[in-house]
């Protein structure tokens, strides 16, 4: 049981430059999360979805974009990047959602450095 | 807008000895909070949680305490071990919502 997979572990990107952070998770879990971690600012949420062709914004969505076409699979896209978007960026799942006893899972994360 | 801080940036504890985190949130709406440990190169990783409902919740060397009327939330790991030097993150959920909202961390070094 692999639980929640992030790829790449790290990458380098020039400003202006694209790329999709990916994220699968097999626990057959409906909400999925995405987060970012900037040194002494904690976990800032980006977008989540509730399920299969639903997402939401978070605290800071300026600058991503996000799709759920299947239960298992969450992605995460940067158009244009800048280096305010460097950061280590963790995606989650979770069984139930907010309110209830189904905390999050993570995965180990993916660190971006856009230079 | 930071609706749940962590004050304290860092801890140190001797080994053997209580460790106590504190967190502390300004939304009245919260309705269910969580401790989340983290090592390096990983993610975090669930601790403990508690509803708003209860002030108190225990599990093995974790206890996790709820002042509602104080906004504060604390965990307390009793014995602390060297394998808990990690960092520490409070988390709490608005009610109605899926959002889990964290704080900014309080990195734990237990010293052997």
């Known amino acids: 049981n692999a639980g929640v997979t992030q790829t790449p572990k790290f990458r380098i990107l020039k400003i202006g430059q694209s790329m999709t952070l990916q994220c699968a998770q097999d626990?057959?879990?409906?909400?999925m999360y995405w987060y970012r971690q900037d040194p002494g600012m904690g976990l800032k949420l980006i977008y989540y979805?509730?399920?299969?062709?639903?997402?939401d914004k978070g605290e800071v969505p300026n600058g991503y974009n996000v799709s759920r076409s299947t239960t298992e699979d969450f992605p995460l896209r940067l158009e244009l990047a800048a280096p305010s978007q460097t950061s280590v960026y963790f995606c989650?799942?979770?069984?139930?959602?907010?309110?209830?006893?189904?905390?999050?899972?993570f995965g180990n994360g993916t660190r971006l450095t856009v230079t | 807008d930071q609706q749940v801080k962590q004050n304290s940036p860092s801890l140190s504890v001797q080994e053997g000895r209580i460790s106590i985190l504190n967190c502390d949130y300004t939304n009245s709406m919260f309705d269910y909070f969580l401790w989340y440990k983290k090592y390096p190169a990983e993610g975090p990783t669930f601790l403990i949680s508690?509803?708003?409902?209860?002030d108190k919740n225990e599990d093995g060397r974790f206890t996790v305490f709820l002042n509602k009327s104080a906004k504060h939330l604390s965990l307390h790991i009793v014995p602390s071990q060297p394998g808990d030097s990690a960092v520490y993150f409070c988390a709490a959920i608005p009610s109605g919502t899926y959002k889990y909202i964290f704080g900014t961390g309080t990195r734990l070094k237990v010293l052997a």
């Open positions: 979805s509730v399920g299969a062709g639903i997402t």
């Open positions: 508690i509803s708003s409902i209860k």
């Open positions: 626990m057959n879990h409906n909400y």
């Open positions: 989650a799942s979770s069984y139930r959602g907010g309110g209830t006893n189904s905390p999050l899972h």
